[in-house]
């Protein structure tokens, strides 16, 4: 529940919102309960009454026709305005995620894929509806059952304390204990919910390797397994619920049969007269409406709780990488120097030790080595994805720990060989590189990175769709719109990793030959295990985490 409030300023946002949605709830349910009421006073009324000539019948149905349609527009509006501040409150809630979100690179690693899309979108959803279902029910419930109380105090003052007792009970005992009893299988079901996501999204994307390596059935099985959880928890979840509803109808039933024996009491004494207490008694009917929302509100309410634990666990997170207290700025230029630098995922065992190297800026430098030698990880500590145990990485003389994030970003780019083309258009996948470039820089990089006849031959061209993580590209088109949108920034250094990947031999060659020209001017950190061609300045090779040899290619 702590965690709940925590959301309390994205909720104080929409304050005005909030109070509207209440207040037009209250007035929905006080016509409910008017209605029913003015309806039971008056039919009894006129049974009573046998000269039907004196009996006004008039007032009371305009006010029942009255009632009918203000609670008519009370609850149109409710809804209206309700669902207005939930969209509003989830768009906050999603920028506030994705906020908090961006500084955890990289994400994939500290989070599960389908972990993270089901918070993004289960646990969001749970917490944007938070007002609609729980919180809006509970108070609107709690008013009218105390204005409810004070119209018995004033008319049938017997009957007034076995309501409040019974109708608050209903409203308040019976959803807290819905939440406590229920807290567990709440929880249950928000986990077993991202286990469930979890496996079907491995399911999906290993499906062809699955089928093929006959491991089918046990993928299918782990899902089915989470499958049966989350419906397990499901169903104690209906369970307590239906029982906490079978408690606030027996409830009702009490409050109606207690003002109903001291309405008779009330009735021979001559301190009530028929109608009222006929009205009285459906009025209490109408106010118990307000509680039948409330058990499924606690249900909600019980998995929000889990809902906000989870989304705080992300935004409590700790950054991987920490911004400089004081940035500095950075010189011009493009040299970046690695100083003794030590580094391990875990720091007991270095991937990388007491590394020295140098690059000058505009330098177009391979780096190779076998597999598993730290070349990637060299790419990392110079995007500072991750900061040295020992040793310093500089850009142009300074600590990369001490430039601001977006400037090292502004200053150097990476494309890997997983670097994905977006479901978007070619201009948007370009633009990424460079925020608003004009089309005449978009041909240009095309033109240089020999894409631009392709992309003049698609429908659209600049505004052609290419499809999600690239599939109506071929491999070698993908990479290349990749390296035209990395080309396209304005970083002095831009560091590539395997950029290559996925491509053959030929279209391998081809891409790297062309690399030193087309980031001439700038430094080139190309991480590679293919053969080098002699347009680059150097080669350097790493293994072991360490620089075993500087080759310098052979012309
Ligand atoms: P290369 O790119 O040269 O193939 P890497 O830099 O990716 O090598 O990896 C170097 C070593 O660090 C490997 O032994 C690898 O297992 C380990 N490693 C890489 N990434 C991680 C990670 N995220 N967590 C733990 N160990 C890692
Ligand atoms: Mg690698």
């Not at 060989?417 to 070619?426: C, E, K, M, R, S």
């Not at 633009?431 to 608003?436: A, W």
């Amino acid at each position: 529940m702590k965690a709940i409030l925590a959301f309390a300023p994205l909720f104080a946002r929409l304050k005005g919102a909030m109070l509207l949605t209440l207040l037009l709830s209250l007035v929905t349910l006080a016509a409910g309960i008017g209605l029913l009421g003015l309806s039971g006073w008056f039919l009894t009324a006129a049974a009573l009454s046998t000269l039907g000539s004196v009996f006004n019948i008039f007032a009371p149905s305009a006010g029942v026709r009255g009632l009918s349609f203000i609670r008519i527009l009370a609850r149109y509006g409710e809804k209206l305005s309700g669902h207005d501040m939930t969209l509003r409150l989830l768009s906050d809630l999603r920028a506030w995620l994705f906020a908090r979100l961006f500084p955890l690179v990289p994400l994939a690693r500290r989070f599960g894929r389908g972990d993270l899309v089901s918070r993004l979108l289960a646990d969001v959803e749970a917490l944007d509806t938070l007002f609609l279902v729980a919180l809006g029910p509970i108070s609107t419930a709690v008013l009218a059952g105390a204005a409810m109380t004070v119209v018995l105090a004033l008319l049938l003052p017997g009957a007034a304390v076995i309501y409040a007792v019974l109708f608050f009970s209903a409203v308040l005992l019976v959803p807290v204990g819905l939440v406590l009893a229920s807290r567990r299988a709440g929880a249950e079901v928000v986990a077993a919910g991202a286990a469930l996501r979890q496996a079907v999204l491995d399911g999906i994307d290993g499906h062809q390797d699955l089928v093929l390596f006959g491991a089918r059935d046990a993928a299918v099985a782990s899902s089915d397994t989470a499958a049966r959880r989350l419906s397990a928890a499901r169903r104690r979840l209906g369970r307590n619920a239906a029982l906490a509803g079978a408690m606030v109808q027996i409830l009702a039933g009490g409050a109606l049969v207690g003002a109903l024996l001291v309405g008779f009491v009330a009735l021979e004494a001559q301190q009530i007269d028929g109608p009222l207490l006929a009205g009285l008694l459906l009025a209490i009917i109408a106010s118990f409406e307000a509680s039948a929302m409330l058990v499924r509100s606690a249900t909600r309410l019980a998995g929000a709780a889990a809902a906000a634990d989870r989304l705080q666990a992300i935004a409590t997170s700790a950054p991987g990488i920490a911004e400089p207290a004081a940035a500095l700025p950075v010189p011009p230029g493009g040299e970046i120097r690695l100083e003794a630098v030590r580094f391990g995922y875990d720091p007991a065992h270095p991937v990388i030790d007491a590394l020295s190297l140098a690059i000058r800026s505009g330098e177009c430098v391979a780096i190779t080595g076998p597999s598993g030698a730290g070349k990637s990880t060299i790419a990392q500590l110079l995007l500072r994805l991750v900061d040295p145990d020992a040793g310093v990485v500089r850009l142009n003389g300074a600590d990369l720990r001490d430039v601001a994030g977006a400037e090292l970003r502004r200053r150097i780019a990476l494309m890997t060989q997983d670097a994905p083309v977006f479901l978007d258009t070619v201009r948007a996948n370009l633009r990424i590189g460079r925020d608003g470039a004009d089309d005449a820089a978009l041909w240009q990089v095309l033109e240089a990175v020999q894409l631009a006849d392709f992309v003049k031959a698609l429908p659209g061209q600049l505004d052609a769709i290419v499809g999600e993580a690239g599939r109506t590209l071929s491999a070698g088109q993908a990479r290349r719109i990749c390296l035209a949108r990395t080309l396209l920034s304005e970083a002095d250094v831009i560091v590539f990793d395997e950029p290559t990947g996925g491509l053959d031999f030929e279209a391998e060659s081809a891409f790297l030959v062309e690399l030193p020209a087309l980031t001439r001017g700038r430094t080139a950190i190309v991480i590679t295990h293919a053969v080098v061609p002699a347009s680059f300045d150097r080669v350097l090779e790493l293994r072991a985490g360490r620089i075993a040899e500087r080759a310098h290619v052979p012309a």
